[in-house]
C-alpha cells in the first residue's frame, strides 16, 4: 500500500491558548476547546467559550490531543477555538475525512509513545507531520471508512444500552420511594444510625502485593455502585486477618477517603465470590438490620444526588484527604420504606443487572470485533 507524510495529504494547526480575560461559559464567542476533557465518543461538547480566539478548526476538521492524554481524537462539529492541548488536522483532497479519523485512532498507541516530557506527555507538530498514512484509492477510503463506522454505532448502541439501565433504574427508584429529600411518599425517616448494627475499616497493608495472595479490595475496584474484580490486587494475609477483614455476601462497603471528595461516600454491595476477599483500609463495612433496610436499595439511595449530598455534607478533610467516618455515615438521613418494597426494587435491579452481564460480553465482543477490522485495515 501506497503511504504519504500527514503533511502532505493535511493540514495541521497546532493549538495556542487566547488570553484568559477571553474565557466565559455565557456561550459568548466560538466553542473553546482545551484537550480531551471536552471530547465525547465523537464529538466535543463545549463547556467553555472564547471571544478572541488565537486557533481556529472549521466544521469537519479532526481534532487530535496532543498533550497527556496524547492521541485520542474527536471532529469538530462547528468554528471554534483550540487551546494548546489540541490541534485540528484538515483533509486535503486525496483523504477521506472519516477514513483518517479511523486510521488516527488505530495509530494513537505509537502516537502516544512518541509524547514527551518530564511533567507531561505531549507531542509536537513534527510528531504530526511525520505520521506515515496510508493511502489506497479514495473510493476504497470511503469503502473502509463506512465498514468501520457500522462497527462503530454497533459499539455506541452496546453502551447506550448500558447506559440506559442505569437511567432506568433511577426511574424506578424514584418512581417506588419518591424523592428521599423531600419524602413525598411520607416514609419514616431517621439517622442512618438507627439500622447500623457495626461498621468496620479495612485491611491495612503492611506488605507488597503477591500474587499468590488473597485478593484486596481497594477504592478503585468500586465504582458505579458495583464491585468490580477484574484487575485484582492481591496479598499474603494471615489466617487471623482473614477471619477479621473478609467479605460476606450483601455486606455493605463504602469508600472511606480518597483525594477527590467526589468518590467520597460512594457504595456498594458485595457478592460472594469464588474465594475470599478482604477489604482495605480506605474502605470501611457496614454491618446493618436487614428486618429495616435492603443493602441494594441503601446502596441506590447513598449514590443517588440525595445521597451524595448527604455524604459530601459530612465529609472531613485531613491533610489533603476527604474522609467521611463511621460517624458521618451514620447521620446520613434515611428513609424506611416497607421491607417488601425494598425487596421488589431489589428483584427488579437483579433482573437489569443480569440483563445487562449479557449486553457486558455482547458488548465487549463488539470491541473486539472493532479492534480485529481496525488491526486488518491498517495493520502492515
Known sequence: MNYELLADVAKIIMGQSPPSSAYNTAGEGLPFYQGKTDFGDMYPTPRVYCTEPSRIAENGDI????????????????????????????????????????????????????????????????????????????????????????????????????????????SVFLEMFGDPETNPKGWDADDFEKAILST???????????????IVLRIRDISSGKVDLSDPRRMIISEKELAKYALESK??????????????GIASEFTAQNEPIVFSDHVIRIKMDKSRLNTTFVVYLLNSPYGRKQALGNISTTAGQFTINSSGLSRIKMIYPPLSLQAEFAGVVARVESLRGRMGESERQVEN??????AQLFGE
Open 251 to 264: 455486606d455493605l462497603i463504602v469508600v472511606r477517603v480518597n483525594g477527590n471528595p467526589n468518590f467520597v
Open 369 to 374: 470485533l472493532f479492534e480485529t477490522l481496525l
Open 63 to 170: 481534532l487530535i490531543s496532543v498533550r497527556a492524554p496524547v492521541g485520542p481524537t474527536n471532529v469538530s462539529r462547528e468554528r471554534s477555538c483550540i487551546g494548546r492541548g489540541i490541534s485540528a488536522i484538515r483533509i486535503g483532497e486525496k483523504l477521506d475525512r472519516d477514513f483518517l479519523l479511523y486510521f488516527l485512532r488505530f495509530y494513537e498507541p505509537e502516537l502516544a509513545k512518541a509524547g514527551t516530557g518530564s511533567t507531561f506527555s505531549a507531542i509536537s507538530r513534527e510528531d504530526l507531520e511525520t505520521i506515515k498514512v496510508p493511502l489506497p484509492p479514495l473510493t476504497e477510503q470511503k469503502r473502509i471508512a463506512s465498514l468501520l463506522a457500522r462497527a462503530d454505532r454497533l459499539r455506541f448502541v452496546r453502551r447506550a444500552a448500558r447506559d440506559l439501565g442505569d437511567e432506568l433504574l433511577q
Open 200 to 214: 468496620q475499616n479495612g485491611y491495612s497493608p503492611r506488605e507488597d502485593f503477591n500474587p499468590n495472595g488473597t
